[in-house]
């Protein structure tokens, strides 16, 4: 074969790359014009659709963005962005964007941590379900309806001004969106007394390919199954959910008790991995591990921080711990009690006293560059093994870094791994998240900082669960595999598949065949449809 000139090669280059972006604008213009053809109301659609020439359009691709490494000048951005005011304009955007080849990224809260909702290599348009955020909640028969687009923060917030004793077991930070969060699984402080969030789904809307919207009687047991745990943006647009609600106490207790290697961390620590699966459901004590300095000397050193909800009062708390966990040294001083509503602004780390209203600002809390990874843990970690974790934290790239352990046990063992996509049941002493943070913009310090987490993702493997190595889809890390831009065989899409579902994944891909073989939604962790794969294989 004879290689070309460099001079050869760029042309060619050029004539290509000219050839793809002019059919790309074809494509976006085709694409606006048949949105404005096919709406009932042209003039209602053209309000909610944003171009890279409107002023809006950044504004609100940026708005609902949590992780800065996404925000970068050279991030893919969509070429339309639309945030439809009722559920009518979706089909006409899934039609034209099947008709056109333009990809549909569909976005609730934007705190995907890969960017997975709102990043594309293929020219895509992100449906953003900003303006779905209505939520009815009723106390007689606790229940809510809870429209995709809301945060969980105002969900906890309409549930407490109905409320004092419903709440929901949902996560730990407000402005996390329902439509990814709950398909994903969510799981918060209450994990132990009632699960996750997808296990307390009773009913949900979803449009589907075809345009058509279904709720849980039509759209049969397989699909409803599916969406609670395998992730909602492999099967349709998630309208909203019917949610069950459930009893909190008037008054909970909170503590936070930090520990240092000083203060016999290591130890607490590796006796907490035995005991945290086993307390009543009642009590849930996560650890968060961080490299701190102290403040007598400016030394650094590594702390725990046992950080707690107890539903109940410190009066029946204190002899618990005391029986269970009395290395701890828990004392009264230690605890607050308060309403369920008042401790959710407690741990997404609001002062004491803080308005509930702050619940209804959707605007993220903090925005950082960040990586995250999962782990599960059935064995508990050696002392010599915490104490190679607390040596990877005395790292440069360290600095931010977060290790957050959640103990699972109570109603999670309880609930078969088969009864929802979500897998991570009976036989998992808690979970851990593994967080790096940086505030430096840049690839350079982006790679320094994810090569640690890595890093620190590999000294972990004797530690953790094996074949698979779990992982929680919700903490989506592409490291642990992606699909190919086209078409995906199943054995590719098995490598990350088996980590999030385990088992399940298997009935994820059939449940896609029956519902989307044509694979239109997709993204780089979809469950591929089985046609697609065996066509590949020439059967
Ligand atoms: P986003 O809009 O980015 O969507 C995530 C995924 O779901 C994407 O693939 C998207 O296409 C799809 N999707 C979204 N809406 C859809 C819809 N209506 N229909 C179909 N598909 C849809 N998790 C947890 O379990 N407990 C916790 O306490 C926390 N805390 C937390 C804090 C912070 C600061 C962050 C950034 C994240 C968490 N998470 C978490 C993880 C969180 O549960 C996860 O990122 C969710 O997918 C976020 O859902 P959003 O709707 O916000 O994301």
Known sequence: MKIQSTSGLSFVLVLLFSSSWAASVQNHEDFLQCLSLHSQNSTSISQVIYTPNNSSYLPILQFSIQNLRFTSSDTP??????????????????????????QIRVRSGGHDYEGLSYVSELPFVILDMINFKSITVDTETRTAWVQSGSTIGELYYRIA?????????????????VGGHFSGGGYGLMLRKYGLAADNIIDT???????????????GEDLFWAI??????????????????????????VFTIDKTLEQNATNLVHKWQSIASKFPEDLFIRIII???????????????SFNSLFLGGQDRLLPLMQENFPELGLAKEDCTEMSWIE???????????????????????????FKAKSDYVKEPISKNGLKGIWKMFYEDEAEAAEMILSPYGGKMDEISEYAIPFPHRAGNLYKIQHLVYWEEEGEVAAERHISWIRRLYSYMAPYVSKFPRAAYINYRDLDVGVNNQGNTSYAQASIWGFKYFKNNFNRLVRVKTMVDPGNFFRNEQSIPPISLWRKKKGD
């Open 343 to 369: 401790s959710v602004l407690y741990f997404a780390g609001f002062p004491r006293g803080e308005s509930l209203e702050v619940l209804l600002d959707r605007t993220p809390l903090v925005r950082q560059y």
């Open 228 to 253: 609670r745990g395998g992730g909602g943006a492999s099967f349709g647009v998630i309208l909203e959910w019917k949610i069950k609600l459930l009893s909190v106490p008037q008054d909970v207790t």
């Open 205 to 219: 809307r979803l449009i589907n390919v075809n345009g058509e919207i279904l709720d849980r009687k039509s759209m």
């Open 77 to 102: 951005k969509p070429t339309v962005i639309v945030t439809p005011l009722h559920e009518s304009q979706i089909p006409t955007v899934i039609k034209c964007s099947r008709t056109h080849g333009i």
């Open 161 to 177: 001004e109905k409320s004092k004793v419903l709440g929901f077991p949902a996560g730990v930070c407000p402005t996390v969106g």
């Open 290 to 304: 961080r490299r701190v300095s102290l403040a007598r000397d400016g030394k650094q050193t590594i702390q725990a």
